[in-house]
């Protein structure tokens, strides 16, 4: 089976490929994982945040549930640094074979 380029694919199979490496750093970085549980922890106990979050509802929260609030935030921007560094480095490796396709790069 060839392998999928990005720079041949269209904006929904772009959305699976970013989502497929979400899915790598989950399975395989012990670190994002221990985000990601912290995060399903923090919903679980606050089922207001999971409301506010899901559902997009508007909420009044309790003091605790705003710090809470806040921990999620941190968490989440935590996990979007991991993101964003797997899909700088997918995009540099599709730019090595984007630029070896056009003739740039000769092996």
Same mark, same amino acid.
């Given at each position: ?8 694919? *269209? %904006?929904?199979? $772009? ?9 790598? +750093?989950?399975?395989? *970085?012990?670190?994002? @994982?221990? &985000? ?5 922890? !923090? ?5 207001? +945040?999971?409301? &506010?979050?899901?559902?997009? @509802?508007?909420? *009044? ?5 705003? @710090? ?5 935030? %941190?968490? #989440? +921007?935590?996990? %979007?640094? #991991?993101?964003?560094?797997? !899909? $700088?480095? &997918? ?5 090595? $074979?984007?630029?070896? *396709? ?6």
């Amino acid at each position: 089976m060839e392998e999928i380029r990005l720079y041949d694919i *269209n %904006s929904i199979e $772009f959305s699976e490929l970013i989502d497929a490496a979400r899915v790598e +750093l989950k399975n395989n *970085n012990s670190e994002y @994982k221990e &985000l990601q549980n912290k995060v399903s922890e !923090i919903m679980e106990m606050y089922p207001n +945040l999971q409301l &506010l979050f899901e559902d997009d @509802k508007a909420m *009044n929260l309790n003091e605790e549930e705003c @710090k809470m609030l806040q921990k999620l935030v %941190s968490l #989440y +921007l935590q996990m %979007s640094d #991991y993101e964003d560094r797997k !899909i $700088f480095f &997918l995009g540099a490796r599709e730019n090595y $074979f984007y630029f070896k *396709n056009l003739g740039i790069i000769k092996e």
